[in-house]
């Protein structure tokens, strides 16, 4: 099954067990339409829920799943990450793409140089960060800036970046 991941559970609300979520999307209104989600529960493995209820409250999301109505259903998966089904993702928008189809891709100079692997995405509020294992096995930081990332291709897993002065010292 193909997931993205959409929030992380970080605490109970109440006690008839309803869950705080701490949203990792970049639209947090998309909880709104959500109806089902998978939350990974340990030992316990993937499991499906049925969403009944969503509200929202500072920066986290309370969200109301079917079958879980006493603080102690659901209070040992404290921490879970929370995804939706690609079916169930919101739709793209054109040049935009899933975190997750970049994953893994290897990363080249504009001069054709592969330069690693992307690790992780960080998401800083004002520009996302690729994080990058580099051929030697350090770690650089690339500004998800029109400067920097010049290319992103999911379909073959490939970024092609510009090393701007400064950033690999």
Do not use: W
Request: with cysteine.
């Amino acid at each position: 099954m193909d997931l993205l991941r959409v929030g992380v559970f970080s605490n109970t609300h109440g006690i008839k067990g309803e869950i705080k979520v701490f949203p990792t999307t970049d639209n947090i209104e998309r909880f709104d339409y959500l109806k089902e989600i998978v939350m990974d529960c340990g030992r316990d493995g993937m499991r499906d829920f049925t969403v009944v209820g969503c509200r929202y409250f500072k920066n986290t999301v309370i969200i109301k799943l079917k079958g879980i109505d006493d603080i102690n259903d659901i209070e040992k998966y404290k921490g879970a990450d929370i995804f939706v089904t690609r079916e169930n993702a919101q739709p793209l928008e054109e040049d935009e793409y899933y975190i997750a189809d970049i994953l893994g891709a290897d990363v080249f100079s504009d001069e054709g140089e592969k330069l690693g692997v992307l690790k992780e995405c960080l998401q800083t509020g004002a520009n996302d960060v690729y994080v990058v294992t580099m051929n030697n096995g350090k770690e650089a930081l690339f500004p998800v800036i029109k400067e920097c990332v010049l290319d992103i291709d999911t379909e073959n897993k490939k970024v092609v970046v510009h090393i701007m002065p400064g950033l690999l010292d």
